[in-house]
């Protein structure tokens, strides 16, 4: 699985990001596909999965600030970001769901207060 997170950054509290994940179509359209997150010290976590049929799953700490979405034409998934908060901030990775052993190098969002 090849798969590429882009689009972090350091942002403030309040302000929207928007993070990519591109890889082949194979899989990012004939899989259910995840962005997780990992904080320093803390486990990875599951932050939001889409499946084939569109079907969506957001953690609490994000619902409602958060919304996936994958475009077929480009074999790409999104996560789009909004009012972050610092406790967003995280090394986050896309990887199909259930997650494969290939989490690639992930993309850092930083969030100030």
């Known amino acids: 699985v090849q798969l590429q997170a882009s689009g972090g950054g350091m942002v403030q509290a309040g302000e929207s990001l928007r993070l990519s994940c591109a890889g082949r179509?194979?899989?990012?359209?004939?899989?259910?596909m995840a962005w997780y997150r990992q904080a320093p010290g803390k486990e990875r976590e599951l932050v939001a999965r889409i499946r084939s049929g569109g079907t969506t799953y957001y953690a609490d700490s994000v619902k409602g600030r958060f919304t996936i979405s994958r475009d077929a034409f480009k074999n790409t998934m999104y996560l789009q970001m909004n009012t972050l908060k610092p406790e967003d901030t995280a090394a986050y990775y896309c990887?199909?769901?259930?997650?494969?052993?290939?989490w690639g190098r992930g993309t850092q969002v930083t969030v100030s207060s």
């Open positions: 990887n199909i769901y259930p997650p494969s052993s290939n």
């Open positions: 179509a194979i899989t990012v359209i004939g899989n259910a």
